[in-house]
């Protein structure tokens, strides 16, 4: 089914390359042999224990990690030491991080206009336009003039993703945006990301909550000791995962 | 158990004893036994030393007389400020010129108001000015553009004092910032360069490095090469402060969460962009006390200058009480030197906590 939705979509340009992705933090050899692809429009989400390797192969995707070992290729740009190449993939590529990242000394809307106006080139009067559209779609326009610090944690990671959709990315990187919230924000920040996989980003999602994965992945993707061990639909992930590890790995989350 | 609440309790005013002048009183005077006879020796020795130090000030002082034997009186003689003064301020700088120092101090203050508020009229031709400044003072007061060209050898006293240090405060925190982010670079060279410029530094006291730039510098430079010994001054005062300056500044950049580089970099900001938007800003603010404390130090190590023949105030002071007119009135001229350098130290402390004060309000 999901194959069908891809193949209908007007050209599955491939986003993302990535092969024989190695990475070692000093001697720990955190990525083993990765390699993925994502097309264009494509919801990934990825979960596995921590220590796996699942925010550090994401934060690969922008360069916030170097790997040493393989290739990545992102909208046909390669990620080498070249810091032009860096800074071409990182104006495509958002990304939410667990704890917000918000700048504390700037607004709201100055956390959001700060980078199209710096690194776009976008004069104030437009970038402040784009980011009160964009605090309007995440709800929260009445408070561009606060400060971060003046907000809840789901309003701030809300603020985190009207900030990296200001810079109109391709594709956007979640490294797990709700894990820091207390359980009455989760579903605030949920249902935004659900309305932005519905306006068809390319989303790789490192995230714990599997009713999300369900209701938006086009792949589930499992891995451990940096590597993904599975790779799947969702309804076969849940329904018939194939490894051991898998199977324990859902058994011990889906249990409570 | 316990049934549900319908009605929430209304929030009601604090009880009256933990409000008001009593109420203060008794929290942080009288709060108990051994912080009440705190308070009671506090208040005594306050009353012993207090109306004395303002009898020997004021009450019992003499203003007037011609030389030390003019002195009458019990309390501190001030006789010698009339005949003194303008040397305590200007050193040796011809008299008929004297307006172009005091012009050039006026003109500080609106170059300072740009530092000092953002919510002015005019304020784009304020910045301007604040960045003319430099080059309008040293022509007042070097000469030039048809003004007399006065020798810096003639420079002293407390004017010294504040060319010295506000060069070395204006100087030091761009160099100290640079040196602070060159300590922490990835490129080695870079790094060792800075570590190495700011140990060596640090590691030699100041009136060392004012002795070297006198001695030294010039064998090192070009043979028909003078470099005029106020800059020299300036430049080795500033090289000191902006060893400690990088310091200070390392430790505020080390308090900023990496996460706030990354994301900074997430967003397509170069390094430059990134330090200059995100990291410096918050960094500077968590510095501000101990950057204020180096402009302290640096600005009363001005005094130092003395070991290379310059006059500032305190030479001019050591130099009048050892003047046989004046003999024996050195407590009145350091006093005297004192009540300069605390005012200028002191509104600079104030000035650093009406900014933390500031930054921290644009936050919460």
């Known amino acids: ?256 | 158990m316990m049934a549900a609440v319908d009605n929430y309790k209304k929030s009601r005013p604090p009880p009256a004893a933990s409000a008001g002048v009593i109420g203060w009183c008794r929290q942080n005077l009288f709060s108990s036994f051994s912080n009440t006879i705190l308070t009671l020796v506090s208040f005594y020795l306050l009353a012993l030393a207090i109306p004395a130090f303002l009898d020997w000030a004021f009450f019992s002082s003499q203003i007037s007389g011609n030389t030390r034997f003019d002195c009458k009186v019990e309390g501190a003689c001030w006789a010698w400020v009339d005949q003194r003064f303008g040397q305590f301020l200007f050193g040796f700088y011809p008299e008929g010129e004297r307006w172009r120092v005091i012009l050039a101090f006026v003109l500080l203050f609106p170059a300072l108001i740009p530092w000092v508020t953002q919510d002015l009229p005019g304020q784009r031709y304020l910045r301007w000015f604040s960045v003319a400044y430099p080059a309008i003072a040293t022509i007042l007061l070097a000469g030039g553009l048809g003004l007399r060209e006065v020798p810096t050898d003639k420079f002293g006293g407390f004017m010294l004092n504040l060319i010295v240090g506000l060069s070395g405060i204006v100087l030091s925190l761009p160099v100290g910032i640079l040196l602070a982010l060159g300590r922490q670079s990835k490129l080695p060279l870079i790094r060792w360069l800075s570590i190495g410029f700011i140990e060596a530094i640090r590691g030699v006291p100041l009136i060392t490095l004012l002795f070297v730039s006198n001695i030294l510098l010039p064998i090192f430079l070009p043979p028909d090469m003078t470099l005029d010994s106020i800059i020299r001054v300036i430049i080795m005062v500033t090289a000191f402060a902006s060893a400690y300056m990088a310091e200070v500044i390392r430790g505020g950049l080390q308090a900023i969460p990496s996460g706030q580089i990354e994301a900074a970099h997430a967003m397509g900001l170069n390094y430059w962009k990134s330090m200059r938007l995100i990291v410096l800003p918050q960094a500077l603010r968590i510095s501000i006390p101990g950057i204020v404390n180096t402009f302290i130090g640096l600005f009363k190590d001005t005094t130092l200058v003395i070991v290379i023949g310059l006059f500032d105030i305190l030479g001019i002071a050591n130099a009048m009480v050892s003047n046989p007119d004046w003999l024996g009135l050195s407590t009145e001229t350091y006093v005297f030197v004192a009540v300069f350098f605390f005012a200028v130290c002191f509104s600079m402390s104030r000035y650093s906590m009406w900014l933390e004060r500031r930054l921290g309000k644009q936050r919460h």
């Open chain 1, 1 to 256: 089914m999901d194959n069908s939705k891809l193949n209908n979509s007007d050209n599955h340009l491939r986003v993302i390359e990535i092969e024989g992705l190695n990475k070692w933090f000093g001697s720990f050899h955190v990525l083993r042999d990765v390699s993925l692809s994502v097309e264009q429009g494509e919801k990934i989400v990825i979960c596995g224990p921590s220590g796996s390797g699942k925010s550090t192969l994401i934060r690969c995707i922008n360069f916030l990690e170097e790997h040493q070992e393989g290739q990545i290729v992102v909208d046909g740009i390669e990620l080498t030491g070249d810091l032009k190449n860096i800074d071409a993939v990182r104006r495509e590529v958002g990304m939410v991080f667990q704890s917000f990242n918000l700048f504390p000394h700037l607004s709201v809307l100055e956390n959001c206009t700060l980078a199209p106006i710096w690194v776009r080139k976008t004069p104030q009067a437009e970038a402040e336009k784009l980011a009160m559209e964009y605090l309007d779609r995440v709800k929260i326009p009445e408070q561009a003039h606060k400060y971060p610090g003046q907000l809840s944690g789901g309003q701030q990671q809300r603020v985190a993703i009207a900030r990296s959709l200001c810079m109109k990315p391709k594709i956007m990187l979640f490294d797990e945006p709700t894990s820091a919230l207390d359980p009455e924000m989760i579903k605030e920040v949920l249902d935004v990301m659900v309305d932005l996989a519905d306006s068809g980003m390319t989303m790789l999602v490192v995230t714990h909550e599997m009713g999300f994965a369900s209701q938006v992945a086009d792949q589930i993707i499992f891995m451990d000791e940096g590597q993904i061990v599975e790779q799947n639909t969702p309804s076969e992930f849940f329904d018939n995962p194939q490894s051991d590890r898998t199977k324990l790995f859902l058994s011990q989350i889906l249990s409570h």
